[in-house]
């Protein structure tokens, strides 16, 4: 499937500030994932936000991320606090580090920030995508 830099971002603006994700079809979720992927390779960086039931699913979850953004990194050889019940899980791909902390709002999902310090680079911010996305 070849897009466009405007038809990815058309295809990620309909998950932009979602109270709950919508159910997709095999077809959209290979939409949405060549959208990602495209915008990642076009930005400099990206910052990745995940709301969870727990830690691990927030692991799992930004394993399966950062794998498909072609990140080279073992999430799991990171310190990260031991934090019971729901977390938010935070990644900063400029300075490769991870914030972890509880989280007690009612969203779940991954948000992207795709960061360019050109003026007219990938600048924006989309989700709440599945945590399953890439699994």
């Keep these: 499937m070849s897009l466009t830099i405007q038809d990815a971002e058309g295809i990620l603006k309909g998950f ?3 109270d709950t ?3 997709i079809s095999e077809e959209e979720k ?3 994932q060549t959208a990602l992927l495209l915008l990642t390779r076009e930005s400099e960086y990206q910052m990745i936000g995940i709301c ?3 830690r691990e699913q927030a692991l799992t979850a930004l394993t399966e991320y950062l794998k498909a953004f072609q990140y080279s990194m ?3 050889e990171n310190a990260l606090d031991p934090v ?3 977390v938010y899980l935070k ?3 400029r300075s490769q580090t991870f914030y972890i902390s509880p989280y ?3 969203y779940r999902g991954v948000l992207i920030s795709f960061q360019s310090t050109e003026e007219n680079g990938i600048n924006g911010v989309y989700g709440h995508f599945p945590l399953d996305l890439f699994a």
Excluded: W, Y
Aim: proline share 4%; with cysteine.
């Design 84 to 86: 019971e019940g729901s």
């Design 104 to 106: 007690l709002d009612k």
């Design 52 to 54: 969870a039931d727990s």
């Design 16 to 18: 932009i500030c979602t």
């Design 30 to 32: 290979v939409k949405i």
């Design 74 to 76: 073992n999430v799991e």
């Design 91 to 93: 990644f900063n791909g």
């Design 21 to 23: 994700i919508p159910s």
